[in-house]
């Protein structure tokens, strides 16, 4: 299998323009996660979905921010309009079932966001 | 926030064992501990993780206290290829909370 797959791997846009971030999960797992990392708040989970399903979104920052999960092999965040300070490395994560049953969480290579 | 305390930083000889500590003081009875390594520019590496005895895996060993208030992931013969930032993590169900964890250098 060749992993989460994120693309694309970086990303520079203009403060105001649409950003789509796109994730393929490995084949079979059943949660994806969203991750955003910065120097400064590190590693914060910003959604995750189970089986196609948004379960928990308490970590997206604001309304620009959106994630959508539309069949199991896909899954895209967007942030609509951007800004500077989103600027980031934005991770999406798979695992093959519940954590709490002894599963960890395959990570992908991130997608690097610029916005000027 | 984190349910972890780990030092920002540690140095370690090549060839020795790394000896990375975690605080979870406050951890309940059916949390785990998961410990991930970060290599700069690259996504989150899963490690090992355990609830209470002690773990061994090919990559690394995990001894958790009694009390299971602490645990120290050892790496027992330590690289130039392990340098990364390590996250201790106490997580049941979906709840990843990762903290600053510690960067580990490894020192030729």
């Known amino acids: 299998d060749a992993g989460v797959i994120q693309s694309p791997r970086h990303e520079v846009t203009e403060m105001g323009q649409e950003v789509t971030l796109r994730c393929k999960p490995i084949s079979g797992h059943d949660y994806l996660f969203w991750y955003r990392q910065t120097m400064m708040r590190g590693l914060e989970l910003l959604i995750y979905f189970n089986n196609n399903v948004p379960i928990d979104d308490s970590g997206m920052p604001e309304d620009r921010f959106s994630a959508k999960m539309p069949n199991a092999s896909f899954s895209t965040l967007k942030i609509q309009p951007s800004e500077p300070r989103d600027s980031a490395v934005y991770f999406c994560?798979?695992?093959?079932?519940?954590?709490?049953?002894?599963?960890?969480?395959?990570f992908g290579q991130g997608t690097r966001l610029t916005v000027v | 926030d984190a349910k972890t305390t780990q030092p920002p930083s540690m140095d370690c000889a090549e060839g020795r064992a790394a000896n990375l500590p975690c605080n979870h003081s406050t951890i309940s009875g059916n949390e785990y501990v998961y410990w991930y390594r970060q290599i700069h520019s690259q996504g989150p590496q899963y490690i090992i993780h355990?609830?209470?005895n002690n773990e061994t895996n090919e990559m690394a060993s995990l001894i958790i206290t009694e009390d299971r208030k602490s645990s120290t992931l050892i790496l027992p013969h330590a690289t130039l290829r392990d340098t990364a930032v390590y996250y201790c993590?106490?997580?049941?169900?979906?709840?990843?909370?990762f903290g600053p964890g510690t960067r580990l250098s490894v020192l030729p």
């Open positions: 355990g609830l209470k």
């Open positions: 993590i106490v997580q049941y169900g979906q709840n990843f909370v």
């Open positions: 994560a798979s695992n093959p079932s519940e954590p709490r049953v002894n599963t960890e969480a395959f």
